[in-house]
């Protein structure tokens, strides 16, 4: 996912330390959701807060330290429902970049900055040593925030943005993503200064009259006066927001605390992404492994069949070379026994010639007609025997359904049994991860977009990725072919549901409270 960001012209380069410990950081979607801010409680900070570093001001290095919270939000209940509710109402899956929430500040100006801010002395002396960067993370967010980070165990470095400014020197911001999640966090009252006034002296003009009468004088003098002027307060309004909004937010002349949130946002899409890239991966082997073991069994159930039509074939030739060897021979008798009779009609006279050829034509009918005969006791004994079979099946069955009548007579209900095709929201979660709201129609993905996936993760060589997209149906000749993956992730489940039974009135078929017939019913339920 490519997204153009806004930076300052300041900007050199940022760094994404997450790389180096990436395999610590394992971001839940779901938690206990005890970190609560009050949105209605927005904190006032004090006037150094509002003052702007002049860039022509010659000054040293400064480091910075901002921190955004994640606030994994508890798993919605289970609805319960009765059994005359009905089947359940599929969940509309929402989209992991939707749920994976944020907790940072809204300035006055509605531009969304993380918490945390310039480095202090009082924080350490050294500002490269990142415990003193989180102790400046930890005592600004309690000011911005009221929420204590001291009890965190784990920080994350995430991104280091580092900025030249005209007159030479060196900003360097760092990002951290504090382990919110593993501990039980309270926010204080949010705090507000009484600093409301500052104390400014001008200098105005006093004008005053002396003398009276023609002698009288208007004199102007500068004076100094103390006044009270309203401070420019800068107000820190705490708002919880998805992954989503931080990654696709507008940084266009926002600031750069808001663009290097936008940073971050995109630092944690590529730890997530990675995750679920090697969750994808993982199920894409699981159905190529799968795949394979199908085509072995179809490859060796078709090698099992052209066996066996080879052995019926051979079998059929033999048999019919044997008729034909019988049939030459029957052939090669018949003209022998011609040919002997034959020489006997040498010295017979012409009627007896007439009468032994007309018993032979009455012996080849005779024959024929034996061999329709045979031909149809035949027939008639195979459909007798295919019709025996019928009808005993057919007992079978009638018995069986006899016996279960009873046996839910005896037990006063019925078993009516219903399938069920759900899916396996493990399987479909990292395609879904992929399949970004904004882009893609939902529920699908290119097969492009998977093979950049694949790519993306820098150990798959072309071959493999061509094998393990084949696994789940997208040939290389199919570049945008989509893959259905909550297909991919279904699996069917049978239901058992008791339905009283009633005795059927005389001429009628037996049915369960005449609401459900006997036998399995399959329902497809789309999730």
Not at 42 to 53: F, G, I, R, T
Not at 231 to 260: A, F, M, R, W, Y
Request: glycine letters at 6%; aromatic letters at 6%; hydrophobic letters at 30%.
């Amino acid at each position: 996912y490519q997204r153009r960001v806004h930076g300052s012209p300041d900007m050199t380069r940022a760094l994404c330390h997450w790389v180096e410990v990436n395999e610590k950081i394992d971001l839940p979607i779901t938690g206990t959701g005890n970190l609560k801010l009050d949105a209605e409680k927005s904190v006032q900070l004090p006037d150094s807060y509002a003052v702007e570093p002049n860039p022509e001001e010659q000054h040293g290095d400064r480091y910075f330290a901002r921190v955004i919270l994640l606030a994994p939000k508890p798993e919605e209940p289970e609805e319960e429902r009765k059994p005359e509710d009905g089947p359940k109402p599929p969940k509309v899956p929402v989209h992991p970049w939707q749920r994976y929430r944020f907790i940072l500040a809204l300035n006055a100006k509605g531009h969304r900055v993380p918490y945390g801010g310039e480095w202090s002395s009082e924080d350490g002396q050294d500002p490269t040593n990142t415990q003193t960067l989180i102790n400046t993370a930890i005592r600004l967010t309690k000011e911005q925030s009221g929420v204590d980070l001291s009890s965190v165990t784990q920080w994350f470095k995430i991104v280091e943005t580092q900025y030249r400014r005209k007159n030479g020197s060196t900003d360097r911001s760092f990002f951290f993503l504090p382990d919110t999640w593993s501990i039980d966090l309270q926010a204080e009252a949010a705090k507000g200064w009484a600093n409301e006034y500052r104390q400014e002296v001008e200098e105005v003009e006093e004008v005053e009259e002396e003398g009276e009468g023609e002698a009288k004088q208007v004199i102007t003098k500068k004076v100094q006066r103390v006044t009270n002027k309203a401070s420019e307060k800068v107000i820190l309004t705490p708002i919880e927001t998805s992954l989503q909004t931080l990654v696709e937010q507008n940084t266009h002349e926002t600031g750069e605390p808001t663009v290097e949130s936008s940073l971050f946002a995109c630092a944690i899409d590529e730890i997530l992404g990675l995750k679920y890239a090697n969750k994808l991966l993982a199920v894409l082997r699981k159905k190529k492994v799968e795949a394979d073991e199908a085509a072995q069994n179809l490859k060796r159930k078709r090698d099992d069949e052209a066996a066996e039509r080879e052995v019926q074939q051979k079998k059929a030739i033999e048999e019919m070379e044997a008729k034909r060897r019988k049939v030459q021979e029957d052939n090669a008798a018949r003209e022998a026994w011609v040919a002997s009779r034959r020489e006997e009609e040498k010295d017979m006279p012409e009627d007896e010639i007439q009468r032994r050829r007309q018993e032979e034509v009455e012996k080849e009918e005779d024959d024929k007609r034996r061999r329709e005969e045979e031909a149809k006791l035949l027939e008639e004994e195979a459909r007798i025997k295919k019709e025996e079979e019928v009808r005993k099946k057919a007992e079978e069955e009638e018995a069986k359904k006899r016996q279960q009548e009873e046996e839910d007579r005896a037990r006063g209900y019925s078993i009516v049994k219903t399938t069920h095709t759900l899916v396996d929201e493990e399987i479909a979660a990292p395609f879904q991860y992929f399949d970004r709201p904004s882009f893609n129609t939902p529920g699908q993905l290119r097969r492009d977009t998977l093979e950049g996936v694949l790519h993306a993760l820098g150990s798959l060589t072309q071959r493999e990725i061509e094998g393990l997209l084949r696994g789940v149906g997208l040939p290389p000749d199919r570049p945008t072919g989509p893959l259905f993956y909550r297909r991919l992730a279904g699996y069917q489940v049978t239901e058992e549901k008791m339905v009283p039974f009633t005795t059927p009135a005389e001429g009628e078929a037996p049915a369960a409270d005449g609401l459900a017939p006997q036998g399995d019913v399959t329902m497809f339920t789309a999730q």
